[in-house]
């Protein structure tokens, strides 16, 4: 990609989210009507430069903050949660590189992705005991590593230019492999077909013999044996895009009841948005959104707190304020994208206005990991001081 632009810091970032924000907006509905994948809308981002806005100052990037990252991906969700998703694990494979890359695999990656490359996801596998069961083996040859394996849910890979695959290892360790995606024996299939978050291209990544050369692999098992932001960072991205989907719903529901709703009869106002009864409705989803986004801040605030210094502790709280986020803003999406029928009436749920894509992605995005599961951490590190335990999803 040539004339990829350089973000300078994070006032720049945000500005360019609600720019390109607005634009994918306009075509949202129609993109998920028709599943036409937002390949023009990557190739936008990428060349914005928004892709690259966590590359460490040190290698030209504008390494931006959580707080930063987070309202970019909110702000995306809100337009459209299909394009927001997309980068979710982009994002997450950049900060692997920077907890565990070497210098010469940090120069190289950070430099492609100021040049506007993308990376992918291939991740979880269908058919395993659990979620973290890893049945994809990177197995050591003399010239490198051979990947065998298939993944599901590879949001991202369709549109990648590195598809990072989890992968164990010879020693059954978990390890990183950053896969060109025009490499022999890797094959990105368009089947994903759910409800939801359609246009995400979240099919499957078969790699039959696929090689990787050593220094393209990197030694994941050990962002978990110390203090670590992988989990809290990777949640707050959800949490954002769930955030967005709330408020995005909010301001359609908001735009239909003003222009095409018709008052209840025994209102007795002549227009839909002075029934108090519809205001008051609108006050408590007003609510929802607003403390959604407001945990989505705290949050953030605390994985940049602790980001500035890691230990046990400062690590714990930025999970649990991220988990709290999540939890919320689950609730949120879903509770919103709900009432958006319930204060807009029968027209609203017409095929063709396509409104329940609102709810649709919200109830497919947030079956990513159970918030029940974060609620119980949340629950033990307040009673009895328990921290949350070092994994991906926390």
Same mark, same amino acid.
């Given at each position: 990609?040539?004339?990829?632009?350089?973000?300078?810091?994070?006032?720049?970032?945000?500005?360019v989210a609600r720019r390109l924000a607005a634009e994918f907006a306009k075509d949202a509905s129609a993109r998920d009507a028709e599943r036409r994948l937002p390949r023009a809308e990557l190739d936008r981002l990428s060349a914005a430069g928004l892709l690259a806005i966590t590359v460490p100052a040190e290698h030209g990037g504008a390494d931006v903050d959580a707080v930063?990252?987070?309202?970019?991906?909110?702000?995306?969700?809100?337009? !459209?949660?299909?394009?927001?998703?997309?980068?979710? $694990?982009? *994002?997450?494979?950049?900060?692997?590189?920077?907890?565990?890359?070497?210098?010469?695999?940090?120069?190289? *990656?950070?430099?492609?992705?100021?040049?506007?490359?993308? *990376?992918?996801?291939?991740?979880?596998?269908?058919?395993?005991?659990?979620?973290?069961?890893?049945? /994809?083996?990177?197995?050591?040859?003399?010239?490198?590593?051979?990947?065998?394996?298939?993944?599901?849910? $590879?949001?991202?890979?369709? @549109?990648?230019?590195?598809?990072?695959?989890?992968?164990r290892g010879d020693d059954d360790k978990l390890h990183v492999a950053y896969v060109a995606a025009d490499s022999p024996g890797l094959t990105v299939i368009d089947d994903w077909n759910g409800m939801g978050q359609r246009t995400t291209a979240s099919g499957t990544v078969r790699l039959d013999g696929v090689h990787v050369p050593a220094d393209r692999v990197l030694p994941?098992?050990?962002?978990?044996?110390?203090?670590?932001?992988?989990?809290?960072?990777?949640?707050?991205?959800?949490?954002?895009?769930?955030?967005?989907?709330?408020?995005?719903?909010?301001?359609?529901?908001?735009?239909?009841?003003? /222009?095409?709703?018709?008052?209840? @009869?025994?209102?007795?106002?002549?227009?839909? $948005?002075?029934?108090?009864?519809?205001?008051?409705? *609108?006050?408590?989803?007003?609510?929802?959104?607003?403390?959604?986004?407001?945990?989505?801040? !705290?949050?953030?605030?605390?994985? !940049?707190?602790?980001?500035?210094?890691?230990?046990?502790?400062?690590?714990?709280?930025?999970?649990?304020?991220?988990?709290?986020?999540?939890?919320?803003?689950?609730?949120?999406?879903?509770?919103?994208?709900?009432?958006?029928?319930?204060?807009?009436?029968?027209?609203? $749920?017409?095929?063709?206005?396509?409104?329940?894509?609102?709810?649709?992605?919200?109830?497919?995005?947030?079956?990513?990991?159970?918030?029940?599961?974060?609620?119980?951490?949340?629950?033990?590190?307040?009673?009895?001081? /328990?921290?949350?335990?070092?994994?991906?999803?926390?």
């Amino acid at each position: 990609m040539t004339g990829v632009h350089v973000i300078a810091d994070a006032a720049e970032a945000l500005d360019v989210a609600r720019r390109l924000a607005a634009e994918f907006a306009k075509d949202a509905s129609a993109r998920d009507a028709e599943r036409r994948l937002p390949r023009a809308e990557l190739d936008r981002l990428s060349a914005a430069g928004l892709l690259a806005i966590t590359v460490p100052a040190e290698h030209g990037g504008a390494d931006v903050d959580a707080v930063t990252l987070a309202e970019v991906m909110r702000l995306l969700a809100a337009a !459209d949660p299909n394009i927001a998703q997309i980068p979710q $694990s982009h *994002f997450v494979y950049v900060n692997v590189i920077r907890a565990r890359g070497t210098e010469r695999q940090r120069a190289f *990656f950070f430099a492609e992705l100021l040049a506007g490359k993308r *990376f992918g996801n291939a991740q979880s596998e269908a058919g395993t005991k659990h979620v973290q069961d890893y049945r /994809t083996r990177l197995i050591a040859r003399e010239d490198g590593f051979r990947l065998e394996g298939t993944k599901h849910y $590879s949001t991202g890979a369709l @549109f990648a230019d590195w598809i990072p695959v989890l992968a164990r290892g010879d020693d059954d360790k978990l390890h990183v492999a950053y896969v060109a995606a025009d490499s022999p024996g890797l094959t990105v299939i368009d089947d994903w077909n759910g409800m939801g978050q359609r246009t995400t291209a979240s099919g499957t990544v078969r790699l039959d013999g696929v090689h990787v050369p050593a220094d393209r692999v990197l030694p994941h098992h050990l962002t978990f044996t110390g203090p670590q932001l992988h989990g809290a960072v990777a949640q707050l991205l959800h949490a954002a895009i769930d955030a967005g989907i709330a408020d995005g719903a909010l301001a359609e529901a908001v735009e239909f009841v003003r /222009t095409r709703s018709r008052p209840y @009869f025994e209102s007795g106002f002549e227009k839909a $948005s002075d029934d108090p009864l519809l205001i008051q409705r *609108f006050g408590e989803l007003a609510i929802e959104v607003r403390a959604a986004n407001a945990l989505l801040s !705290d949050a953030a605030r605390a994985v !940049d707190a602790a980001r500035a210094e890691l230990t046990d502790d400062s690590a714990a709280t930025a999970s649990i304020a991220v988990a709290a986020a999540k939890a919320y803003a689950d609730r949120a999406a879903l509770a919103v994208t709900n009432a958006l029928f319930e204060v807009s009436g029968t027209r609203s $749920s017409l095929d063709p206005l396509n409104l329940h894509r609102h709810w649709r992605n919200a109830r497919t995005h947030t079956l990513h990991d159970p918030v029940r599961w974060k609620v119980q951490h949340i629950g033990r590190y307040v009673l009895n001081g /328990t921290r949350p335990p070092r994994h991906g999803l926390l």
